[in-house]
């Protein structure tokens, strides 16, 4: 009980000192997201996701960044009020002792409500660079889909006329090379699921998935549930862009909260697409939203295993490159093939 009452004033010492300087943050937030909900809109008022066509600001809209609420203290408090002071102790006990707690706390929270988290600038980019330039020598010289030119280098990844996009995964020499595993593999990703899944002791799948989209190419609505079905127990999916990827090139968009309908598991045709039964009417509904963003070089996704997720159409001159892996605690994992950390 007394070490509940220390940490429990910790906390709130903590909150009122970082209060002031969270009104002031927020507002300069509020002031951001505003500017770039203008200039990061896409031009046309509709988009399509998928094989769905959504109105741009009411069925689609901006992915909040988690680096700024992930330090939302009120939402610890909220926690810290409504749990059991047992439940609470050891809460803010674990988070105490990783130095981080409100960072995943806050990040675990947000993680069941909307089903996923985004992370802006959270993988250092130097990795990011020396991944995308290793696969896109890789599509020249071994695919040759890379038009190149005096102004065109092979990094801009500028599509050879006529050449189609192509999935990577299982081509190892590509997917495991040193400097795309430096990424998928990075100290930042380890760290962030440790933190995430409560747990030292987590594994990565060996699979990589490395996507390269072509123009008008896109990946249409589903879930990564049914490929997992048979081990899904807190395992996650971390989506990777290895570049800029504006509306034009056709990033992911999540659909909000679509990963607690309930029905997963009831057989009916829409499981081949790998979708639950209940998705054609909760897409229907008025407010159902998924959510997208002008991701950037650094940016991570991470969502729960049933959240359905689609990518924008890429409409542009150049491919889209990402890359997206699965995590897990090592306890609940029962692919064979995995890395440990
Ligand atoms: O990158 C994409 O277009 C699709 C990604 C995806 O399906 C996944 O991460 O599970």
Same mark, same amino acid.
């Given at each position: 009980m007394g070490s #509940?009452? =220390? &940490? #429990? #004033?910790?906390?709130?010492?903590?909150?009122?000192?970082? *209060?002031e300087k969270q009104i002031e943050e927020t507002k300069e937030s509020e002031k951001s997201d505003q500017t770039k909900k203008i200039l990061l809109s896409p031009d046309k008022d509709s988009v399509q996701v998928g094989r +769905? %066509?959504? $109105? /741009? !600001? *009411? $069925? +689609? &809209? +901006?992915?909040? !960044?988690?680096n700024n609420s992930l330090k939302d203290m009120p939402l610890l408090r909220e926690i810290a009020n409504k749990s059991t002071q047992a439940e609470a102790n050891k809460k803010t006990k674990m988070h105490f002792e990783r130095g981080c707690y409100v960072y995943y706390m806050h990040a675990k929270i947000e993680l069941s409500k909307t089903g996923y988290i985004y992370l802006q600038n959270y993988i250092p980019k130097d990795l990011i660079v020396k991944a995308r330039n290793s696969i896109a020598k890789a599509l020249h010289n071994t695919f040759g889909i890379i038009q190149t030119s005096a102004e065109h280098k092979i990094d801009d990844l500028y599509i050879k006329q006529d050449c189609n996009g192509v999935l990577l995964t299982g081509f190892k020499p590509i997917t495991h090379a040193p400097e795309v595993l430096s990424v998928v593999h990075c100290k930042e990703l380890v760290s962030l699921f440790r933190g995430l899944l409560d747990c030292h002791d987590? =594994?990565? @799948?060996?699979?990589?998935?490395? %996507?390269? *989209?072509g123009t008008n190419e896109y990946t249409e609505e589903h879930c990564d549930y049914y490929r997992f079905?048979?081990?899904?127990? $807190?395992?996650?999916t971390c989506w990777i862009p290895l570049m800029d990827i504006p509306f034009n090139r056709g990033g992911l968009a999540v659909c909000d909260q679509s990963h607690l309908l309930a029905d997963f598991d009831e057989a009916t045709d829409t499981v081949n697409e790998e979708l639950p039964p209940s #998705?054609?009417?909760y897409c229907k509904k008025s407010t159902t939203v998924w959510k997208?963003?002008?991701y950037a070089e650094g940016d991570v996704l991470i969502f729960d295993i049933r959240l359905?997720?689609?990518? +924008?159409?890429n409409t542009c001159d150049r491919f889209r490159v990402s890359i997206d892996t699965r /995590?897990?605690?090592?306890? @609940?994992?029962?692919? &064979? $093939? !995995?890395? %440990?950390?």
């Open positions: #509940f009452l =220390v &940490e #429990f #004033f910790e906390l709130k010492v903590m909150t009122s000192i970082t *209060k +769905l %066509r959504l $109105q /741009w !600001n *009411k $069925q +689609l &809209e +901006l992915m909040p !960044n988690d987590i =594994v990565t @799948y060996d699979s990589k998935w490395l %996507r390269i *989209k079905i048979n081990g899904w127990n $807190q395992l996650y #998705f054609t009417e997208t963003s002008n359905i997720h689609a990518s +924008l159409v /995590w897990q605690p090592l306890k @609940y994992a029962s692919f &064979e $093939q !995995n890395i %440990r950390f």
